[in-house]
C-alpha cells in the first residue's frame, strides 16, 4: 500500500495559506471594508497567520469600530473556506501510476477535519483514495506524533504485506512507520517553501529511508521494492 502526507507533500501549503487570505480578502471587499488586495497583501506582510489577524482586525476597527469583521471571523473563514489550490508537478503522474497498477493509497495528515477534507476534495484526491484510507489527525483524536494513524490504517487494510509512507517533516512523519516496518520516503524542499523546516536534529529513527526531489521518483522506488 502507497501512502501519503497532504501538506507540503502532495501540495504547497503555502497556496493554501494564500487561498485562505484571499478568501478573507474577497469578503472584506463585498462588504466595502477593504480592497481585496489591500487585506491581502497585510496579511502576507506578517510574521505569522494568526499575529496577521489580530493587525488586520485591530486595522479594520480603527474605521469599523465593533466590526464582525475579528480575529475569530479571520480564522473561521480561514479554516472553512473552499481552497483554490493544485497539485504539485508530478503528483497527478504518481496517482495515475499507482492507479494503474492496482495499487491501494492511504492518506495520513494531521488537522482538522473540516479543513484536510476540503484540501483532499479541492485536489481531486477523492478520485484515488477511499474514504476509509483517508485518516485524518482531528477525526482519530491522535496525529503523526503517535503510532496510532498508522496503526489505523494497517487495520483497515489486513491484506496488504507492504507499506510505504511518503511525507516531507522529518519531526514526525517517519518515526512511526520506521519502527513498524514501512519504507519511507522523503520529499525534499528543493524550494524552500515548507512551512515546517526539513533541516533539523533528530534521532535516526525518525529519519526517511530514502528521499527524492520529485514524486514520481516514489513510483521508482516502490516499483524496485515490490
Not at 474577497?26 to 510574521?47: D, G, T
Not at 473540516?114 to 477511499?130: N, P, S
Not at 519504507?183 to 524552500?192: L, R
Not at 515546517?196 to 529513527?205: D, F, K, R
Amino acid at each position: 500500500m502507497f501512502v501519503s502526507d497532504l501538506d507540503d507533500t502532495l501540495f504547497d501549503e503555502i497556496d493554501y495559506v494564500r487561498s485562505g487570505y484571499r478568501a478573507i480578502g474577497r469578503e472584506l471587499e463585498h462588504y466595502s471594508i477593504m480592497p481585496c488586495a489591500e487585506a491581502v497583501l497585510f496579511l502576507e506582510a506578517s510574521s505569522t497567520t494568526a499575529e496577521g489577524f489580530d493587525d488586520l482586525s485591530a486595522k479594520i476597527w480603527v474605521d469599523h469600530l465593533g466590526s464582525r469583521f475579528n480575529a475569530q471571523w479571520m480564522v473561521d473563514t480561514y479554516r472553512y473556506h473552499i481552497p483554490d489550490i493544485s497539485l504539485r508537478p508530478g503528483a497527478l503522474d504518481l496517482l495515475e501510476g499507482l492507479k494503474r497498477r492496482g495499487v491501494p493509497i492511504g492518506i495520513i495528515t494531521d488537522g482538522r477535519s473540516a479543513t484536510q477534507r476540503a484540501k483532499i476534495k479541492a485536489l481531486g484526491l477523492d478520485r484515488f483514495v477511499a474514504d476509509g484510507n483517508i485518516i485524518i489527525s482531528g477525526e482519530t483524536g491522535a496525529d503523526k506524533t503517535t503510532s496510532l494513524p498508522f496503526e489505523t490504517l494497517a487495520n483497515r487494510n489486513p491484506g496488504c504485506s507492504r507499506f510505504l509512507y511518503l511525507g516531507d517533516n522529518p519531526a514526525k512523519d517517519f518515526r512511526w512507520p520506521n519502527a513498524m516496518g514501512w519504507d519511507t520516503v522523503e520529499i525534499i524542499d528543493s524550494e524552500g517553501i515548507h512551512i515546517h523546516p526539513q533541516n533539523i536534529e533528530v534521532p535516526p529513527g525518525y529519519r526517511a529511508h530514502h528521499t527524492i526531489s520529485r514524486l514520481p521518483e516514489a513510483l521508482a522506488i516502490f516499483d524496485q521494492d515490490r
